[in-house]
């Protein structure tokens, strides 16, 4: 890279903070002289991209718009030139950089996430196939779909599991889909179907064309109209959680199920090739996918699960943020009552972008859509085991937006640390403190509820103690526990689960050790015990913020599940 050329991706870079009145002209300018740039190295290549990708979501003008798409259409070729000069590429393959036109992910997936791929974009992928590796998973797996192998691999050392499937299916770049497509006909379950196939451990590669638009080069959506920034970027300072979630409701669109399949498999497509998935990216509702205009070129979509994939207690909620068609986050949110746990993750290339801005209009919608007032985030996010958010101070973005952590001896250590930061201009917040306030949650909460209520609460502690009550009185066996506490439940309830749906009667199979753990439960009134019954049922109803609402207003229930919760 020559030394002009260097200068000029500095100043790119620096362009991501230079917005207000005469920006866009030089801004243009820059770009219309990198036309020509040929860069000699994977760490310049991405840093020119994912400067072009943000100006591409955050643009000062049209002509930015413009020129980001036509040089961010020359990447592929930048990548094939680098490849060919025999340069190191390794970076390009790297979780935080993956998923540039002209390159290929590898990854092992899950059964749903390869065969969504499969069927979506089975010209672009393959398999590096190690199955000979892994003889006692193929020795174990195999000879139910494939007559005579026992024959081999139960009393031979050297069987040759991919001639045998190569045979079965018609050749080799046919063993995959045959293979997923008889998983899809097995009279099995999803999870069984599930951990058949990752037992099997199969290596899958996408090649990211430049035509493909999953890439994160070209993956785009078109909306009617781009907004151009012609002032500074709101910065954090600006953002009031308070005035946020007081503000009016976000307009919302509910999306036709073909466009909420769309919307899933942008989602899937842009996580993928970052290697991630999220549970209710893979698993989303189409059915019921929402879209929130959030005003300066942000869209929100939200969906829930299909009632089939539902958690057993808590109900789930998943999005995406879209820029100007440019994804830039997804988001995940798991409730119980007026509690919700709430994951945001911003993609590396978007994260100087309003970030703080466009938090708080996500936790407006998820607001809006389940009423609950008490956020808490994960202890990953904050910087557990995840060194990336230890270095960008996420502990901070946090608090200054006013979450408290939930540790009386935790928030002892901020407010510390606090009157250090205010007494000491240029004072850090070492990695070694970061590390210990990212130990446990913190919470943001508002309304009229009590505060605090959910510091010491987890979910886990619920299952555990429904472990500890099948281990003591049904000898551990799970079966028996289901079948007794059902009985019961029904009985205290007065009712009977075998005139429900398949999928209400599940419901009640899962609530049913829970509120075996409940001793007042007898005694509550009907009305309560009626109320009860709706939630059950509810949990698998087409909208799940519904459960959530239903919870809302059953103090007793709340105040039951708060009690087993707390238990360490």
């Not at 393959?126 to 005579?148: H, I, K, N, T």
């Not at 026992?150 to 069987?159: I, M, P, R, S, W």
């Not at 045979?167 to 046919?174: D, I, L, P, V």
């Not at 299909?306 to 109900?315: D, K």
């Amino acid at each position: 890279m020559t030394r002009h050329l260097a200068s000029d991706l500095a100043d790119l870079e620096a362009a991501k903070s230079q917005y207000g009145p005469g920006c866009a002209a030089p801004v243009e300018k820059l770009l219309a002289a990198m036309r020509k740039g040929a860069f000699a190295d994977a760490e310049s290549l991405i840093r020119f991209h994912d400067a072009l990708l943000f100006l591409r979501a955050f643009p000062q003008s049209r002509n930015v718009v413009a020129l980001t798409e036509e040089l961010l259409g020359g990447i592929e070729q930048q990548v094939m030139r680098l490849r060919d000069s025999g340069a190191d590429m390794d970076l390009l393959d790297s979780e935080e950089f993956s998923g540039i036109a002209g390159t290929a992910i590898e990854d092992t997936l899950t059964y749903e996430v390869a065969r969504w791929l499969a069927l979506r974009h089975r010209r672009e992928i393959g398999v590096a196939w190690e199955l000979d590796e892994q003889s006692r998973q193929m020795s174990s797996s195999l000879p139910q779909l494939l007559p005579l192998l026992g024959d081999d691999c139960f009393v031979e050392a050297d069987t040759p599991y991919l001639e045998w499937l190569s045979q079965a299916a018609g050749g080799e770049s046919r063993i995959l889909p045959w293979l997923l497509q008889r998983l899809e006909n097995a009279p099995l379950t999803i999870l069984q179907k599930a951990a058949w196939y990752d037992a099997l451990q199969i290596d899958i590669s996408w090649e990211l064309g430049n035509s493909s638009t999953a890439s994160r080069t070209h993956a785009r959506r078109n909306p009617s109209k781009l907004y151009y920034h012609k002032a500074p970027l709101l910065r954090r300072q600006q953002v009031s959680l308070p005035q946020e979630l007081n503000s009016p409701p976000l307009p919302l669109r509910k999306l036709s199920p073909k466009q909420g399949e769309d919307i899933l498999d942008f989602v899937r497509e842009a996580l993928t090739v970052r290697y991630r998935e999220l549970y209710g990216t893979t698993r989303g509702d189409p059915t019921q996918v929402i879209e929130a205009d959030a005003g300066r070129g942000v869209h929100l979509f939200l969906w829930g699960l299909p009632p089939g994939r539902r958690l057993p207690l808590r109900a789930y909620h998943a999005g995406l943020t879209v820029k100007n068609g440019v994804p830039i986050n997804y988001i995940e949110g798991i409730s119980l009552c007026e509690w919700m746990e709430v994951g945001f993750n911003t993609f590396y290339a978007f994260r100087d972008g309003e970030t703080a801005w466009i938090y708080s209009r996500v936790l407006h919608l998820l607001h809006q859509l389940t009423h609950v007032t008490c956020f808490s985030v994960y202890p990953y996010q904050l910087g557990e085991g995840n060194e990336e958010a230890i270095k960008s101070g996420a502990f901070w973005f946090y608090r200054k937006l006013g979450f408290r952590p939930g540790k009386p001896e935790l928030l002892a250590m901020t407010e510390k640390e606090e009157a250090r930061i205010a007494a000491r201009p240029g004072y850090r917040t070492s990695a070694r403190v970061l590390r210990k306030l990212a130990a446990e949650h913190v919470f943001y909460e508002f309304g009229d509820e009590t505060q605090g209520l959910w510091d010491s609460f987890a979910t886990r502690n619920i299952g555990f103690a429904v472990q500890r009550l099948m281990a003591k009185k049904f000898k551990g066996n799970p079966e028996k526990m289901r079948r007794d506490t059902t009985a019961s439940l029904a009985r205290i309830l007065r009712v009977d689960p075998d005139n429900w749906s398949p999928l209400e009667q599940s419901s009640f199979a899962n609530f049913a050790p829970v509120l075996s753990l409940v001793p007042d439960l007898p005694r509550w009134t009907k009305i309560e015990q009626q109320a009860v019954v709706q939630i059950v049922r509810a949990k698998v109803s087409p909208i799940e913020a519904d459960y959530l609402r239903l919870l809302q207003r059953h103090p007793k229930l709340k105040e039951a599940l708060l009690r087993l919760g707390w238990q360490a």
